[in-house]
């Protein structure tokens, strides 16, 4: 799946406009979205943040997908009242952008649900800069956050790079995007831990493990400690290609 995807988003782009086209290929693009479990940033005119979101699942025939509640309430009722917004998200390595034009709302369990159209196309907006090595059972990744809204938190890591991480944390608080989360512990595998400072670029709530779903990019990281991550990401990559995942 994920040589296949490289494959849609590498080659099947216009170059003028450095795109995705073509509904099958719009399609794997959205189901990965919803495979990865990825984070998405959704805005709407008028609103002064943007909220997060996710794709819970795509109706081929149907020519829609299901977007789970917005974050915010702000942007909930404006997307309700404007029916069009633009989404932002990565995808092995690429930043993707695409409007939203909104078919139907409604609920499950007290939550919103969205059904949007399948977009005409999603633009490539930028290539992450670093390699991302998402993380499997085997490699756990322990996070300790001393001070979140005054409190320690714990919880994992699901993706490592050397500009950042992903991690599900232990908690229902959501800290704001741009907040700075100073001294997170980040436990290497064989290595004494890693400490940290990292500015929040997403936080939501994972309403499926009950956990906070957070992303975020480190902040001064000092030569020793960017050596520290590049070399271990660097052996994660050599066992993978070599062996597969351990």
Do not use: W
């Amino acid at each position: 799946m994920f040589a296949s995807l490289k494959h849609v988003l590498r080659v099947h782009r216009n170059p003028a406009r450095d795109a995705v086209s073509g509904r099958k290929r719009i399609i794997a693009v959205l189901e990965q979205l919803k495979a990865s479990h990825e984070l998405l940033s959704v805005s709407v005119a008028g609103c002064r943040a943007p909220a997060t979101s996710a794709i819970l699942g795509v109706n081929e025939n149907r020519n829609c997908f299901m977007l789970d509640e917005l974050s915010l309430q702000e942007t909930h009722r404006a997307f309700l009242e404007h029916r069009k917004a633009v989404i932002q998200g990565r995808l092995h390595g690429m930043e993707l952008r695409f409007a939203c034009h909104l078919l139907r709302a409604g609920s499950e369990g007290g939550i919103a649900l969205y059904e949007a159209a399948i977009p005409a196309r999603v633009q490539s907006v930028q290539r992450r800069a670093h390699f991302r090595l998402p993380l499997i059972p085997s490699l756990a990744i322990p996070i300790n956050v001393p001070r979140l809204d005054a409190k320690p938190v714990t919880g994992q890591a699901f993706d490592l790079s050397a500009g950042g991480l992903g991690a599900l944390l232990q908690t229902r608080n959501i800290p704001s995007r741009g907040q700075i989360l100073p001294d997170l512990s980040i436990s290497l595998p064989q290595s004494r831990p890693l400490s940290a400072n990292i500015e929040v670029r997403f936080a939501r709530l994972d309403s499926t493990r009950h956990m906070l779903r957070l992303g975020g990019r480190f902040v001064g990281l000092d030569r020793k400690q960017e050596r520290r991550l590049a070399l271990f990401l660097a052996e994660q990559q050599r066992k993978r290609r070599r062996f597969g995942p351990r």
